[in-house]
């Protein structure tokens, strides 16, 4: 699904060896599905705040919406 092929391109960056002005690149992802009566604000809220926990939980991670 939608978490195993963020988690494969978050694990194909981590595993890069690449680097941007000698910064390593990783990434943070989140997916979310829309879900049935919420609104186009609720869903960015809630994969956004997905998002940012991905970001404060370690490098090339995935959290799902």
């Not at 981590?14 to 919420?38: H, N, Q, W």
């Amino acid at each position: 699904g939608r978490n195993r092929l963020s988690g494969v391109w978050a694990n194909g960056v981590g595993l890069s060896a690449f680097d941007i002005m000698g910064k390593r690149v990783t990434i943070s992802l989140s997916a979310g599905e829309y879900r049935a009566g919420e609104d186009i604000d609720q869903f960015i809220n809630r994969v956004d705040s997905a998002l940012l926990k991905a970001k404060f939980n370690g490098r090339n991670r995935v959290e799902e919406a």
